[in-house]
């Protein structure tokens, strides 16, 4: 068997929810108890809302019943929201970029294309797996040229644009740049997405039936903008709503 062992020091005073908590441990400590410690644990902090960001809630408010049948609305429009399935390798960046990298860092073609291709496998392991290659790139070839950094940016964007399930980017030079994102992402999606991004971004975006398009800053060149877009793609991911990323 094993025990778990909670202590407090004797002058200290619990309060009337931390002893709540306590005595419901002490009665669901059974095997198969988890769920009615689940429950008992909703009904002392509440549940917050249905899906977002706030944690707890009262659910005495509106009763469980209430709640679970509202549950069930919710959960009737998550289809709507689901993300559709993209492959990395099937999204377009439309991009004016000088991205490969340069013969006077790496003179071997057949090296070269293979650098290239470690670049690509290492974004889609994510951003930890491209630092390790930088460092690993550094260490055997030197400091890193300009293209290379653009070309891993680039790949990190392509990821990212995946799993939002934008299938085409593009940068627009005009006299107000923007970046376009051909997407299928419901604008149910899309609006819990803007409502969640720093200020910023969410002023950035525009939504219409297939495409969203995101303002970027003026004076900036090709590198900047891509970086700037890069960002933009970051910040939507990061916000994606968990149910909407795994589900």
């Not at 700037?228 to 910040?235: A, D, F, N, P, V």
């Not at 916000?239 to 990323?245: G, M, N, T, Y």
Request: proline letters at 4%.
């Amino acid at each position: 068997e094993a025990y778990a062992y909670m202590l407090w020091p004797k002058q200290a005073k619990l309060s009337a929810e931390a002893q709540e908590r306590l005595l419901a441990i002490q009665e669901c400590c059974q095997l198969g108890d988890g769920f009615k410690l689940a429950e008992r644990d909703m009904a002392i902090r509440g549940v917050g809302t249905i899906f977002g960001l706030k944690q707890s809630g009262d659910v005495d408010n509106v009763g469980m019943d209430l709640y679970l049948e509202m549950l069930h609305e919710e959960l009737q429009k998550v289809e709507k929201q689901r993300l559709p399935s993209l492959k990395v390798e099937d999204v377009e960046l439309m991009i004016a970029a000088d991205a490969l990298v340069p013969e006077s860092y790496i003179a071997l073609p057949e090296v070269r294309a293979r650098v290239e291709q470690a670049i690509c496998d290492a974004a889609c392991g994510g951003t930890e797996h491209t630092a390790r290659l930088s460092a690993q790139l550094e260490a055997d070839y030197g400091p890193l040229p300009d293209q290379i950094r653009i070309k891993m940016q680039m790949e990190n964007m392509r990821k990212l644009a995946s799993e939002l399930g934008v299938h085409q980017v593009q940068i627009v030079r005009d006299m107000a740049p923007y970046a376009l994102f051909n997407t299928d992402l419901a604008e149910e999606t899309f609006d819990m997405i803007r409502d969640v991004v720093p200020s910023d971004v969410a002023d950035a975006l525009e939504y219409t039936p297939g495409v969203i398009r995101a303002r970027l800053p003026l004076g900036m060149d090709e590198h900047r903008l891509s970086e700037r877009t890069w960002s933009i793609l970051s910040e939507m991911r990061k916000s994606l709503p968990v149910f909407v990323k795994y589900m």
